[in-house]
């Protein structure tokens, strides 16, 4: 499903964000988008006025992936984690060394980051926001500080797979 939101976000720019959702059954999802901006002629902005290069040169791009959801304890102690994905391309990286798996490993790593600060922020949200008994939130800040340790040292534990 596409999922599609046009703003102006300034005075000068159009926004427009485009949310793809992938079918998780599915092995490989394709995604393909073409994109036209009409232009009133009255604008006098035409290929004689405003050259292909310039507007190239001009067109601003973000791409933002959203990621995966995981709490810290499921990133801590959980076997279908960001790790597994992370665990892979560090091996195939070892294994061959070739620049596509230095680029797997590059992004498996900018994931797992994203992920575990995603996980990080929830996990603290949670622990200063919420509200809870008496005793409770010393509970939560220890739950913290282990699953936090767990993921440093499963982290870690990837140097010894060289």
């Known amino acids: 499903m596409i999922d599609i939101q046009v703003k102006l976000h300034d005075r000068y720019s159009v926004e427009c964000k485009v949310g793809y959702h992938v079918d998780r059954d599915t092995e490989e999802n394709e995604f393909r988008m073409n994109t036209w901006f009409f232009v009133p002629h009255s604008l006098d902005i035409n290929a004689s006025t405003y050259l292909k290069e310039a507007f190239y040169r001009d067109v601003k791009s973000n791409v933002r992936l959203i990621t995966p959801i995981y709490t810290l304890e499921e990133i ?10 992370l665990e892979d391309a560090f091996l195939h990286l070892v294994a061959d060394g070739t620049r596509d798996a230095l680029a797997s490993y590059e992004y498996q790593i900018k994931m797992f980051t994203s992920i575990f600060k995603s996980a990080l922020r929830g996990m603290a949200g949670e622990t200063i926001y919420h509200e809870v ?15 936090v ?3 440093v040292k499963r982290y870690r534990d990837l140097k010894s797979m060289y």
């Open 133 to 147: 008994e008496s005793g409770e939130r010393e509970g939560m800040v220890n739950r913290y500080v282990e699953y």
């Open 76 to 85: 801590a102690s959980g076997e279908w984690t960001p790790f597994v994905f």
């Open 149 to 151: 340790q767990l993921i």
